[in-house]
């Protein structure tokens, strides 16, 4: 249907003219998505504080379950963050001119997958050490948030490769750029929550 | 008409009773709620913490959503119009 007015053939009246949604479909989707997401990890924060508030004798990492590397995964952190920060970069290049977006958001994909990556060498040399999701409610919670975040890191980050290959078919809408971007914002902005609840 | 003594219903609010009496005497055997009876206070306290976590949540991002949405009509400037307001 075009944008232009119409009219009734039986009334008379004019159809409003269409205009451009408040929010895009996409952007609003994954909005929804993302609180049920957030409701989702929201969930896991809970019931690892009350594991963690019943563990015997209130010590917690467990006796003899080896201790995370708190500061591999801040620095692995802060990739992830200042990923999260090349991305609106690549958003406000992306509205002033298309091509410009290109390199932060290549750079930003480049972050997330040193993110992914560093948390794989992690998770291999845990599991060397004995730390298994069988190994303990300790290791079970561990890998479970953990795991659950880097799915969606995954995912976020299929959807931004798919973003870049667009963008060089010079293809992507702003709407698709944001709603690929609020998916990863989100796997961005719930990590530090989950790095204070799993390693501090 | 028969006694309510001896009736079923006699019967079963004497049952009531004695059950009430048992759940008076006793309740920390029958306690379902597991915020209100544990014995370490760090586990109730995180109980009602993720409680209150998990109820005000929801609340927060609907809340949240909804004054955004309504920034956003207004900086488009198309306010909804409401109803019943009387034609100029």
Redo the contacts between chains.
């Keep these: 249907m075009s944008s232009s007015s119409a009219t009734y053939p039986m009334e008379g009246r004019s159809i409003p003219e269409r205009r451009e949604p ?2 895009p479909n996409g952007v609003l989707g994954m ?1 929804i998505f993302i ?1 049920t997401e ?2 989702f990890f ?2 896991l ?2 019931a690892h ?2 594991v ?3 563990a015997a004798g ?1 010590m917690w990492p467990p006796y003899g379950q080896p201790r995370l590397p708190v500061e591999e995964t801040a620095l692995n952190s802060l990739a992830l963050l200042v990923s999260g920060v090349v991305l609106v970069l690549a958003w406000f290049a992306f509205k002033r001119e298309r091509s410009a977006a290109r390199i932060p958001l290549f750079m930003a994909m480049l972050l997330g997958i040193a993110f992914v990556g560093l948390q794989g060498v992690e998770w291999a040399a845990l599991l060397a050490d004995g730390l298994t999701i069988q190994s303990s409610t300790y290791g079970a919670f561990f890998y479970l948030m953990v795991g659950a975040h880097g799915v969606h890191a995954i995912g976020a980050l299929m959807g931004l490769a798919w973003a870049f290959r667009r963008l060089d078919q010079e293809t992507l809408t702003s709407a698709q750029l944001a709603t690929v971007s609020a998916f990863w914002y989100f796997v961005v902005l719930v990590w530090p929550v989950l790095y204070w609840t799993v390693y501090l | 008409m028969r006694p309510l003594e001896n009736s079923g219903v006699g019967r079963g609010v004497a049952l009531l009773g004695v059950a009430a009496l048992i759940l008076a005497l006793f309740p920390e055997g029958v306690a379902a709620c597991p915020v209100c009876f544990d014995s ?1 206070d ?2 109730r ?3 009602i ?2 409680t209150a ?2 109820s005000l ?2 609340l927060g ?1 609907v809340a949240g ?1 909804g004054l955004w ?1 309504r920034k ?2 207004k900086d ?1 400037g198309d306010e909804p119009v409401d109803p019943n307001r009387p034609e100029p």
């Design positions: 408040l929010i909005l609180f957030v409701m929201s969930g924060i809970s504080a009350i963690k508030s019943q209130q | 370490s760090e586990n306290m995180a109980f913490a993720t976590f998990l949540m929801p991002m959503a949405i956003k009509v488009r």
